[in-house]
Nanobody, 126 residues
């Protein structure tokens, strides 16, 4: 089993920044993806960023490219998502998630994410 805990959400104005953290524990695997997803009220959940730690590969959905940045700590126990230049449309509950061991692919958001955190709220006002 893998446990994921997010933190770092909050309320900011347009153009502000936040840094989200996802701390992983349990039977984790480096041959897996760690993904960030978000869901706003009345909207479908969407993938925003994903990391393949084994190869340090990073992926971003088009709407956040250039504004959101993935990173990980040196011990590989935490993944971070830096949110810059935030817009009201970024307002959502943000979740981190993890797959089981998989090979790297071009579209990591198509994968089955087995493990999920409980989310952290990001609110951006205009």
């Amino acid at each position: 089993q893998v446990q994921l805990v997010e933190s770092g959400g909050g309320s900011v104005q347009t153009g502000g920044s936040l840094r989200l953290s996802c701390v992983a524990s349990g039977d984790t695997s480096s041959s897996a993806y760690i993904g960030w997803f978000r869901q706003a009220p009345g909207k479908e959940r969407e993938g925003v960023a994903a990391l393949y730690p084994q190869l340090h590969r990073k992926y971003y959905v088009d709407s956040v490219k250039g504004r959101f940045t993935l990173s990980e700590d040196n011990t590989k126990t935490a993944v971070y998502l830096q949110l810059d230049s935030l817009k009201p449309e970024d307002t959502a509950m943000y979740y981190c998630a993890a797959t089981a061991s998989v090979l790297p692919i071009n579209n990591p958001f198509s994968l089955d994410y087995k493990y999920w955190g409980r989310g952290t709220q990001v609110t951006v006002s205009s």
